[in-house]
Structure formats: C-alpha cells, structure tokens
C-alpha cells in the first residue's frame, strides 16, 4: 500500500529512509487522529515520488515537530503553533498577520514554486488528503478550481516573488469559488480567501501565507463549471 512506489521511482531511497517515512506517517496521523481528525496515514492512490523527496521528508520533520509540541502544550490557538513553525524556519513575517488570523482560519504556508510547507490543525477538516498524500503531492495538480481564479493566483504569486508586494494582500477580489480534489476522497468545497501574506528570509520573500475559510460541500458532488 505505501512502498512500492519507492520501487518504482527514479529517486533511490535506501531502507532506512523508506522506514523514517512510514513512521512519520504514522507518528503524524496518529496525533490528528488523537486532536479528532480523521486523517489517514497512507494512501490508496499511487505517487510519482518527487526528486525533492529529501526535502520534503526534512519538511515533514519539522512540521512533525511543531505539532507535537502544539499538542503537548493543549494550546487552543493555532497562531501559537504557526509561530513556532515560523521559529523553526526562520521566516520573518509582516507585522499585522497574527492581528489578521481568526480562530476558523485554514492557514497554509506555500513556497514560491507552489509547495505546501505548513498547514494548521483547521485544514484536515475540509481535505481527504492522507500525510502520504501532503509528502508527495505535486501541488499544481492536487487540485481544480475555475481558470480565472488560477491565472489570479498565479499572478499574485509572481508580484510577491518580484518583490512588487510587500504587505499583506487583502483577497477581496478573489470571488468565492468552489475547488475539487483531484485524489483521495475527490472532496468539492466552497473557498474564500481571506488574506496572502509574504514571509522573508534574510530579507527576501521566499514564501507565502495563505488565509482561508472553507465550506466542504458533498464529497461525491463535482461542479460542473470547473
């Protein structure tokens, strides 16, 4: 269910670093599950592994990390586990986002070529996703939304790379639309995004937090305007 498409990859993982992935699966899936989440560990669907797997395994270290000592502490808030994955990753963010994050938030950290590195405990409510899924995805296909929404998206991507904006960008002009998952369980749900915020590193933009509001709507539902 979970290794053979290490066999079949072009990236050669030894043992030991096919084992550390499992446990991190498991280890993760295990500690939403004990927060009431129904995330599982492995996938039934099957991957092309990434030629950044190491990174992404590094990654995945961290954010294991971050949300054992989160869980450990019972804290409420989850500004308090974003920040100390901030700490972790040395990111710098602007000054108003914690004034900006409400308690319904789904909050996602993306890098500038459209990786999710961060995402908070609000997130594994609304996707099927499993920890192998978030681990392997290529995030440019995971999911499908209206084409104008995408090239909007896209746009204010690149004006955050080039350094165009600087502060938080308010997304009122994003409408709200609908977004399918393209595996797993191929949940629809309603998306507002709420706020695009840069994070720097040395002084540069090397990533992006995503403020959102969700509402899942029937998973075996597809729109068919997407």
């Not at 190491?54 to 995945?60: A, G, N, Q, S």
């Not at 004034?99 to 409510?125: A, P, T, W």
Request: proline content about 3%; aromatic content about 10%; charged content about 30%.
């Amino acid at each position: 269910m979970f290794l053979p498409w290490f066999r079949r990859a072009s990236v050669e993982l030894s043992k030991e670093e096919q084992s550390e992935i499992r446990d991190l699966c498991l280890r993760i899936s295990n500690k939403l599950q004990g927060a009431g989440k129904c995330t599982e560990a492995f996938s039934s669907d099957k991957h092309e592994l990434p030629r950044d797997i190491r990174e992404r395994i590094e990654l995945m270290r961290i954010y294991d990390q971050v949300l054992t000592a989160h869980l450990e502490e019972g804290s409420k808030d989850h500004r308090n586990m974003l920040w100390k994955f901030f700490s972790k990753m040395g990111y710098a963010p602007t000054s108003d986002i914690f004034d900006r994050i409400e308690d319904g938030d789904i909050i996602e950290v993306y890098s500038m070529d459209h990786q999710q590195l961060y995402r908070n405990l609000n997130y594994f409510d609304v996707v099927s996703m499993t920890v192998e899924d978030l681990i392997n995805l290529n995030w440019q296909r995971a999911y499908k939304r209206n084409r104008r929404v995408m090239l909007h998206l896209i746009g204010l991507m690149v004006r955050f790379t080039t350094g165009t904006f600087h502060q938080t960008y308010n997304c009122t002009r994003i409408p709200v639309h609908q977004v399918q998952e393209m595996l797993a369980k191929r949940y629809l749900v309603e998306l507002n995004f709420r706020y695009i915020s840069p994070l720097k590193k040395n002084g540069k933009c090397v990533a992006v937090l995503v403020g959102t509001r969700c509402r899942l709507l029937k998973p075996e539902r597809v729109a068919p305007s997407l």
